[in-house]
């Protein structure tokens, strides 16, 4: 198997474990509200993508925290990840998992955005976390710009972190088949770009003794 079948396939595998792994922190997020609230968590299910629970006391507030329990926690642990992301000296199944779960942050922020605005003009998706926090909302007076608004700072913040940390670039290097050496200094992958033509030291050392006889 050719390196780049291999990146490829690291890509796969890292796609469906990390993926698996957003679903369960996204359903922790919705039950860790619920548990707090006192309710019993019923349900769990990372293959259907779905908890349930029941009993509880839930304010107008707590409710609407139980609908974004699920984008907030995965936020948070991406937002954690990125402040403490080291890429460019780690290996290649770090780098893609870590470029793969900051996609799937993005992916889950942008509907907040989005469906609050379609809200504002009547059209909303039915059983939607989004939508279901925009009815509580609206019903205390608060305007669904408000949440689209509040999302859109979410996400510019989660945007400066990934240029000030550079993980794409490194994913992007990794899959383009570059190493990224301690100095910061890259490679592709069987050649070298120093001038010493991949000479060691002791001969480097010995042509400059000779040029200086």
Do not use: Q
């Not at 605005?117 to 976390?129: C, E, L, R």
Request: overall charge negative.
């Amino acid at each position: 198997m050719t390196p780049f079948r291999k990146r490829l396939l690291t890509l796969a595998v890292c796609s469906v474990a990390v993926l698996a792994e957003f679903i369960f922190l996204h359903e922790l997020g919705h039950s860790v509200v619920a548990l707090a609230c006192g309710a019993r968590i019923t349900e769990f299910s990372v293959i259907t993508a779905h908890m349930r629970s029941e009993g509880g006391y839930f304010t107008a507030y707590t409710g609407m925290l139980l609908n974004a329990g699920g984008m907030l926690l995965p936020y948070i642990f991406g937002v954690v990840w990125l402040i403490f992301y080291s890429g460019r000296r780690r290996g290649g199944v770090y780098l893609t998992c870590a470029f793969v779960y900051y996609t799937a942050s993005l992916y889950s922020v942008t509907p907040w955005i989005l469906i609050p605005i379609t809200y504002a003009y009547g059209y909303a998706p039915a059983g939607d976390d989004v939508t279901k926090l925009l009815i509580t909302y609206s019903a205390l007076g608060g305007s669904p710009v408000t949440v689209s608004c509040a999302a859109a700072l979410m996400l510019v913040f989660y945007l400066a972190l990934l240029f000030r940390k550079e993980p794409v670039r490194d994913f992007m290097d990794y899959m383009a088949g570059k190493s990224v050496r301690e100095d910061g200094a890259e490679a592709a992958d069987g050649k070298t770009d120093d001038k010493t033509g991949g000479k060691t030291d002791d001969e480097t050392g010995d042509e400059t003794d000779d040029k200086n006889r």
